[in-house]
């Protein structure tokens, strides 16, 4: 056990600070953390709420403690890390993707540019300034409440019945358990284990209408990289045809050429990668290839090789 934090305002904070770092904790945890009894983060608890910081506790040999909801928000408790990041977040926010947050976003930074020591001011300053955006395209708009609720379900670990419209506009329930929320680009993705078809799936968000918390807590043994997840549907999800092509670049390298929302990548020794990736025709698919500037090795379908082989035959005769 760690030497006991004997100051009580300096331990409060540090109490405070365990508390808003993930949602349960058991006495005995936070007496470890904290080098102190049980008895002591009993006593602690009971001056946070005296406080006003909504403390509960679920008894039980599973229960703990955790932040709950109050009548007001309390002071958080954040490093100098965390304060450069929310602030670069809450610009990020200002896209407009998330519809009921842009005044929120606006007047939240300004009131934590009011309040930022000068050292950190300088360097969310000196983020911004030097960062500009490029939008391809307006980004799907999805509720900011509808959002939320769904990083709470991911954060808290409860199932959550969603109502969800498919790429055809079928509409259907959909009873999952969250995992992350991911955003890619413009869109924002929901990762969850869908409970009826007993696999994991991406659901995107601005397709989900409705989100009903079941109450019902659930826990992950061996879940997926969402990212990768996500990037799986993304480059080979949507589209009839796929190939697996060998590029003669490195890992870092082969990235720069087929972007990781494109293609699948896995390294095939030191000085190769292969790519897995889709396409709507395989003739489309080869003029994608043809136009990559890249000796590459069709590994299969042998459609999709045939395809790339006619292509380079018609520009060689075409250019001779």
Not at 284 to 295: D, E, I
Request: charged letters at 25%; aromatic letters at 4%; one cysteine or more.
């Amino acid at each position: 056990m760690m030497a006991g934090v004997s100051d009580t305002p300096a331990r409060l904070l540090r109490l405070l600070s365990l508390l808003q770092a993930r949602p349960s904790w058991t006495a005995g945890e936070l007496a470890e953390r904290l080098g102190v009894t049980d008895r002591t983060i009993r006593r602690d608890v009971s001056r946070l709420r005296d406080l006003g910081y909504p403390v509960d506790a679920e008894p039980g040999p599973g229960g703990g403690y955790q932040l709950g909801r109050g009548g007001a928000l309390p002071p958080l408790l954040l490093d100098d890390d965390e304060t450069v990041a929310v602030a670069v977040g809450l610009r990020s926010a200002a896209d407009g993707s998330v519809r009921g947050l842009d005044d929120a976003t606006v007047s939240a930074l300004a009131k934590l540019d009011q309040v930022l020591p000068a050292r950190l001011a300088a360097r969310v300053r000196a983020v911004h300034g030097a960062t500009a955006e490029l939008v391809g395209r307006d980004p799907d708009r999805v509720d900011a409440e509808l959002l939320v609720a769904l990083a709470q379900a991911c954060r808290a670990g409860e199932r959550v019945r969603l109502a969800y419209a498919d790429r055809e506009g079928r509409a259907s329930e959909r009873l999952v358990d969250p995992l992350r929320l991911v955003r890619s680009g413009p869109r924002w993705y929901l990762v969850a284990h869908d409970v009826e078809r007993d696999d994991w799936r991406t659901f995107r968000v601005d397709r989900v209408t409705a989100a009903h918390p079941t109450g019902r807590r659930t826990a992950f043994t061996d879940p997926p990289d969402p990212v990768a997840l996500v990037a799986r549907g993304m480059a080979v999800g949507p589209y009839a045809v796929r190939a697996r092509v060998r590029l003669p670049l490195p890992a870092d390298r082969a990235a720069a050429v087929v972007p990781r929302t494109v293609g699948l990548h896995a390294a095939d020794g030191p000085e190769a990668t292969v790519v897995e990736l889709g396409g709507p025709t395989a003739a489309g698919l080869a003029r994608y290839l043809a136009g990559l500037g890249v000796p590459l090795e069709v590994l299969d379908p042998p459609e999709v090789r045939g395809a790339l082989a006619a292509h380079a035959t018609t520009l060689a005769e075409l250019n001779r």
